[in-house]
């Protein structure tokens, strides 16, 4: 199906609600988080946690740490630690790297999002993979999916 065939539906997975392109599966539990897969691109999301680590903690260098045991060659596209998004701070990582375990090159964003469920502070992070230059869907629809993200 071609990236343009296809259309967005709204979906939610742990507490999150957000478009998603239509040749994307259903979101199915794994090892913990919940994922959403389509040919070359997957939506992981991961469960609400007490917050780790405050907003203003995370810089780049902090996220490109972050992902250095699974991606080589990392090219920080965006870094935006006071973004909100879905009315809620967050932190926008966006970055191409080669993943070590598919030899794939992969564009990455990272959306970690920070609030608070009764009182105590929490996060959750949202990870968009793609396959670089393959024109999927998802590279096709990111920003309309990321300004579609909503906490339930």
Known sequence: MAASD???VRKEANFTSLLV???????EDFEGFTVAKAEGASIVITP???Q???????????????????YSNVNV?????????GGTDAVYFLFKGDDNSSNNN???CYINLFFTVDGQACEQEIVFTYNTGVNTSLETN???????????
């Open 6 to 8: 296809v259309t967005l």
């Open 77 to 85: 596209l965006k870094f935006d630690n006071a973004a909100t998004i």
């Open 142 to 152: 990111l920003d309309t999916i990321i300004n579609s993200i909503s906490l339930e």
């Open 106 to 108: 992969n564009t990455v």
């Open 21 to 27: 392109p239509s040749d994307f599966t259903e979101f």
């Open 48 to 50: 609400i946690i007490e």
């Open 52 to 70: 780790v680590v405050s907003i203003k903690e995370i810089t780049r260098d902090y996220m490109v740490e972050l992902v250095k045991d699974s």
